[in-house]
């Protein structure tokens, strides 16, 4: 709950989030009614908003990683899991 709404918690993988961005951005130009359009759009927007935040992670682990192991078991895992994604 938050603010006295219940809340969903869902996680998906980079490539998933790939796929529904393009997936919208095709359904938002075809969908002929404005309301569904704008529906479209806040879930658009909640997907780039989720891959935005992924970076901006991911940038300031980098900068702050711990040591040079750490670093490079990340990259090693990070790359390994977005391969393709971007």
Request: hydrophobic share 40%; net charge negative; aromatic share 10%.
């Amino acid at each position: 709950m938050s603010m006295g709404e219940p809340l969903v918690q869902r996680h998906f993988t980079v490539n998933e989030l790939q796929e529904f961005v393009c997936t919208l951005e095709k359904a938002i130009e075809e969908e002929p009614n404005f309301t569904q359009r704008l529906a479209l759009q806040r879930i658009l927007c909640c997907f780039v908003v989720s891959i935005d935040t992924l970076k901006e992670n991911h940038e300031e682990f980098m900068q702050y990683a711990p040591t040079g192991a750490d670093l490079e078991e990340y990259m090693m895992s990070y790359c390994k899991a977005i391969k393709g994604a971007f």
